[in-house]
């Protein structure tokens, strides 16, 4: 009996092994396949490869975290992450410039994994159309499951619910082109122009198609892992220096790197760390404020019942280059009647003494530890995190079998539509007697 009953655990454990092995290498295999053709940060390829894994099993999340693929120029790789992600994403839809009623009734009906390129030309401008707010209502309500918005149909004026829930990625020049709502409810992507020295291929059908059977190999094993996976059900330790709403947008992908094996949950977790303390990270004008306010206070060492004279503090905020004080109304510097109007909704007000009007120190200390703190907190460096300890099996070599090849299929599209991975009219996933057999992959050679 005893017997028995440590062969069914070793089963289990041996079991286990194998599904840690080939989730970890799927990860590095996309990340690798990434590589070759993008030019990023290591942190940014980490979290892509996860987050696509995670567009296979959204459904079953309590929240979708979104991209903000952003670079300061043109021509820095978005496109080529975007046209990947088409690959990759389950059931996934390229979009740029639709209308807000297009949106919403591909989100409901199609659920699809959502590519909005081109963000820059639609949210131009400092005054929102209606059609514009009610798009950022849309996204933002789509962060969570259970996520719609209620319209009226004009036709009739009956009133229609329509899902927004779903992953979304968007892609812009500039970091802050989403508005603040939305970028709040998303992981920051910083891409980057390559230089002469960096070599990539060229991101062209033809080059892709060399990969085919590699690409196959992956959206087969991302499929068959959502079939077998409940790692939404587990609850999972989070570093302690995300703030309360990057848990949020990264709980679901520690989720899926905690079924990855030790290695590949150290590095995303010091991707996290590193892209949510990042500066282009959204950060409000007012906790910008305080954050600057913090180092002033900081650097000059003053005590709390020291009084910032007004016209000294404008200098002081005024000397962070980074920061939009010295510039922040048509090429001025702030004013005390626009420094007042930030602070006072912190409930700070200037007082007014016998030498002159100015901000006590004291006065800033609640605001700055419940909206300033987590941002001056990340600015550690991310390596010096402690790895937080997660109870996970050492992977197993696992032997594979060579490829049977992708049944005579000559291109990316192809394989897309037999997998039903990035083409919205195909209903479902193969079933698992259509997949191929594991290949070794882990050195990518065209086929």
């Not at 989100?107 to 950022?136: C, H, R, Y």
């Not at 848990?247 to 030790?262: K, R």
């Not at 299929?409 to 079933?431: M, R």
């Amino acid at each position: 009996m005893v017997e028995k009953m440590n062969e069914v655990v070793n089963t289990v454990d041996n079991q286990r092994k194998i599904q840690v092995n080939k989730l970890n290498r799927t990860l590095n295999n996309i990340k690798t396949l990434l590589k070759k053709f993008v030019v990023a940060d290591e942190e940014v390829l980490t979290v892509l490869a996860t987050w696509i894994a995670h567009t296979y099993i959204w459904q079953e999340l309590q929240f979708t975290p979104y991209l903000n693929i952003w670079s300061a120029e043109r021509e820095s790789g978005k496109s080529t992450v975007f046209s990947w992600l088409r690959i990759f994403c389950k059931n996934s839809f390229v979009t740029s410039g639709a209308t807000t009623s297009a949106i919403q009734r591909t989100v409901d009906s199609k659920k699809p994994t959502l590519l909005f390129d081109e963000v820059d030309a639609v949210f131009t401008g400092n005054n929102l159309t209606p059609d514009q707010k009610d798009m950022i209502a849309f996204f933002n309500s789509g962060f969570e499951r259970g996520g719609m918005v209620i319209k009226t149909r004009m036709t009739d004026l009956k009133v229609q619910e329509f899902t927004s829930f779903c992953p979304k990625a968007f892609a812009s020049i500039g970091a802050d082109v989403l508005p603040d709502t939305t970028r709040s409810r998303s992981i920051h992507l910083p891409m980057k122009r390559k230089t002469s020295a960096e070599v990539v291929e060229r991101n062209r059908q033809r080059n892709r198609d060399k990969y085919k059977e590699n690409i196959s190999q992956i959206i087969e094993n991302l499929s068959a892992w959502a079939d077998e996976t409940t790692c939404y059900d587990n609850v999972v330790e989070l570093p302690e220096q995300l703030s309360d709403r990057n848990m949020d947008i990264y709980e679901p992908l520690f989720q899926i790197v905690n079924e990855a094996g030790e290695e590949w949950l150290t590095s995303f977790t010091q991707s996290a760390i590193h892209l949510s303390g990042k500066k282009d990270t959204a950060i409000e004008t007012g906790t910008q404020l305080l954050i600057d306010t913090q180092s002033i206070i900081t650097e000059k060492e003053f005590d709390d019942q020291h009084l910032m004279f007004t016209t000294d503090y404008i200098n002081d905020l005024c000397e962070y280059e980074e920061s939009p004080w010295a510039l922040y109304r048509r090429s001025s510097p702030i004013n005390p009647k626009s420094l007042a109007g930030l602070l006072r909704k912190y409930n700070i007000r200037s007082q007014k003494l016998r030498e002159g009007r100015g901000y006590l120190v004291g006065d800033f200390k609640d605001a700055i530890e419940r909206f300033a703190k987590e941002h001056l907190n990340t600015e550690q460096s991310a390596t010096s995190v402690t790895q937080n300890s997660y109870d996970v099996a050492h992977v197993a070599h696992v032997a594979d079998s060579g490829s049977k090849g992708f049944n005579g299929q000559s291109s990316l599209v192809d394989i897309a539509k037999q997998l039903g991975a990035t083409i919205t009219d195909v209903d479902e996933a193969p079933k698992e007697n259509e997949l191929l057999e594991e290949k070794d992959y882990d050195e990518f050679n065209p086929t």
